[in-house]
């Protein structure tokens, strides 16, 4: 098992910058896959990054370019950089841990984008 604590909400506006922070309680390497995933009101929920074992990224469309996940080992942390942020970024944003079948998911972290 794992848990998952994520931090580094707000309210930001338009074509600011946010990163969040997401604390697992083991180790990283013993987690096959970490990543975030956020759901607005009234939709489903979006993965919008993932980062291996090994290091390597993948991103959703909707947020390439913008958006970086990473991760700090002499930490223990992996974050996710927000860039450029719009409107349509807001939700709550959720840090997911994949370990063989499970699946493990944090208690989100509310992100606004507002003028």
């Known amino acids: 098992q794992v848990q998952l604590v994520e931090s580094g909400g707000d309210l930001v506006q338009p074509g600011g910058s946010l990163r969040l922070s997401c604390a697992p309680s083991r180790n990283i390497f013993s987690i096959d896959r970490m990543g975030w995933a956020r759901q607005a009101p009234g939709k489903q929920r979006e993965l919008v990054a993932i980062?291996?074992?090994?290091?390597?990224?993948t991103y959703a469309d909707s947020v390439k370019g913008r958006f970086t996940i990473s991760r700090q080992i002499t930490a223990n942390m992996v974050y996710l950089q927000m860039n450029n942020l719009k409107p349509e970024d807001t939700a709550i944003y959720y840090c997911?841990?994949?370990?063989?079948?499970?699946?493990?998911w944090g208690q989100g972290t509310q992100v606004t984008v507002s003028s």
């Open positions: 980062i291996s074992n090994g290091g390597s990224t």
């Open positions: 997911k841990a994949v370990m063989g079948r499970e699946v493990y």
